[in-house]
């Protein structure tokens, strides 16, 4: 069985990043909170569960994946219903808030079934070093990664997803896929497969994780360690305004508003968590299923109207990407007053939230330990709640 990573990504153990002046160092691996052993500060069971192979392998079994070793992506578009006469819908982006790659996406839906694929441009993340690959430090370059997309050049890789409601688990599953190297005897002699069935992706600067528990970092769910298989995962919205897109024709913002709002009425046909509803709902208040309702910024949830200003500054673009489909959803101010104090050691003793690179802020002066004003507004609500908490007193 091979481990496999994103082919021009490749890297077998990183230490943990240091980021900008000001920035802590991150004291837990990105993305790893699906992961017992990750939570206990023993980094090297961590290290060990996030890269096994094994649990991959099974999972893709127990999709009805007959063969993972050679299965590819070809195979997979023929299998979920990217065939003449499905309704489809495709918009070329950056997602600028979480991972700054260039995104293609797509989608279709056979029935009540619904089926994405993503494929992602954008720099390296690692290059070559005097010791090996180290992390590349022009990453990342969104602008360069939304015309890479809108060329279509050089993929870094391919995840994608399919929602089943026939299945009894498993009724969101997930699929990565790149051009892989095979080296049977280690001598640099071997061949390449392009689009492979990976068993876990790298979506930073530390190391490839494993599916599907990665991907559950953001799309929510249980993992079952005894069967290999995932319980209320979700479609994630597409929150177009958190989106950066190219100015070339056919791919501006305004040119690609039908093909969002049907991509985030799939999300909605897709039966997600409640939350990731009711931000598409608001998005579109002219209803996500009416042709030509275009999405409106600014919407605030209800709960959050006796304090819109950190809900804009800090839930919005460093919590609300991956907490809508996890327990805690922070949809009012009642939900972060209630987790205060669990706020305060994660970011502040942990150093682990916001749980991904981009968002945290290690590079180039971006996410939340780069934002003076996230971290004031933060700073008042903790203190006006008499947590104790790290933020500067500016």
Known sequence: MRRTTWATLAFLVAPLLAGCPG?????????????????????????????AATPAFSYYVGLGVPDPDNYNLEMWLSDS???TGSPTARAVYGNLADLQFGRDMNCAQSGERIACYVSNFGLP???????????NH???DITFAVNEAVRGSSTLGTV??????????????????????????????????????????????????????????????????????VTGASFLPF????????????????????????????????????????????????GVNNAGSTPVDGWVPPGWT??????????????????????????????LEESAGSIALEICDNHAMPHAQIPYGVRKKIGFWNDRIAQHDLREFLTGLQVSNCMPDE
């Open 23 to 51: 920035v802590p160092d991150n004291d837990r691996y990105w993305l790893s909170y699906k992961y017992p052993d990750c939570n206990t500060g023993d980094q090297e069971a961590c290290y060990n569960q996030l890269t």
């Open 81 to 83: 219903g990217f065939s």
């Open 125 to 135: 993340l690692m290059e070559e070093g005097e010791r090996g690959l180290v992390p």
């Open 138 to 140: 022009l990453w990342p």
């Open 160 to 229: 994608a997803m399919i929602y089943d409601p026939s299945k009894a688990s498993n009724k969101v599953s997930f699929y990565a896929f790149a051009d892989i190297f095979i080296d049977p005897d280690g001598d640099g002699v071997g061949e390449t497969r392009p689009n492979a069935l990976l068993y876990g992706v790298q979506l930073d600067q530390e190391f490839s994780k494993s599916v599907p528990r990665m991907c559950m970092a953001c799309h929510g769910g249980s993992y079952n360690t005894s069967d290999n298989t």
């Open 239 to 286: 929150d177009v305004f958190s989106f950066r897109f190219s100015d070339k024709p056919g791919f501006t913002f305004d040119e690609q508003q039908e093909e969002l709002r049907k991509l985030n009425a799939f999300v909605v046909a897709s039966h997600p968590e409640q939350p990731i509803v009711d931000l598409i709902n608001g998005l579109y208040p002219g």
């Open 306 to 335: 006796d304090n819109p200003t950190l809900y804009t500054s800090v839930v919005r673009p460093y919590c609300r990407t991956c907490h809508l489909a996890q327990p805690n959803p922070f949809t009012s101010t009642s939900d």
